[in-house]
C-alpha cells in the first residue's frame, strides 16, 4: 500500500517561502497525476495544484497562480510545492495526494486515491 508523507511545514513571515515535499513510500508507486490541497480552520478543503507524473504538466489554483510551483522527481517518487510571495490567507493545513487514473478533473478531492497526513503552514503577518 502507498502512503504519503508531506513535510516542510512551519511558520513564516508574509512575503516569506516555504517549499513542501510529499514522498510516496510502500510498493512500487504508480501515479497519473500528484496533487497538492489545502485546509484553513473551519473551512473545506480546497485545491491548490496538480502536476501529471509523466508528462509533468501543472495546473493551479487561480489564487496561487504566479506564486506557487509545482514539481516532481520521478527517480524520488517526491512531489513539491515551492511557496513564494506567501499571504496570511495561504495559512492552512497542506495534504498532498496522488491518482492512478484520471477519471474526474484534477481539482476535485474525488479525484485522487491516496492522501498524505498534511502539514501546517502558517503566515505571520
Known amino acids: 500500500q502507498v502512503q504519503l508523507v508531506e513535510s516542510g511545514g512551519g511558520l513564516v513571515q508574509a512575503g516569506g517561502s516555504l517549499r513542501l515535499s510529499c514522498t510516496a513510500s510502500?510498493?512500487?508507486?504508480?501515479?497519473?497525476?500528484m496533487g497538492w490541497f489545502r485546509q484553513a480552520p473551519g473551512t473545506e478543503r480546497v485545491y491548490v495544484a496538480s502536476?501529471?507524473?509523466?508528462?509533468?504538466?501543472?495546473y493551479y489554483a487561480d489564487s496561487v497562480k504566479g506564486r506557487f510551483t509545482i514539481s516532481r522527481d520521478i527517480a524520488k517518487n517526491t512531489e513539491y510545492l515551492q511557496m513564494n510571495s506567501l499571504k496570511p490567507e495561504d495559512t492552512a493545513v497542506y495534504y498532498c495526494?496522488?491518482?492512478?487514473?484520471?477519471?474526474?478533473?484534477?481539482?476535485?478531492?474525488?479525484?485522487?486515491?491516496?492522501w498524505g497526513q498534511g502539514t501546517q503552514v502558517t503566515v505571520s503577518s
Open positions: 495526494a496522488s491518482t492512478r487514473s484520471v477519471l474526474t478533473s484534477l481539482d476535485l478531492e474525488r479525484a485522487y486515491d491516496t
Open positions: 510502500g510498493r512500487t508507486f504508480s501515479s497519473y497525476a
Open positions: 502536476i501529471t507524473w509523466n508528462a509533468g504538466n501543472t
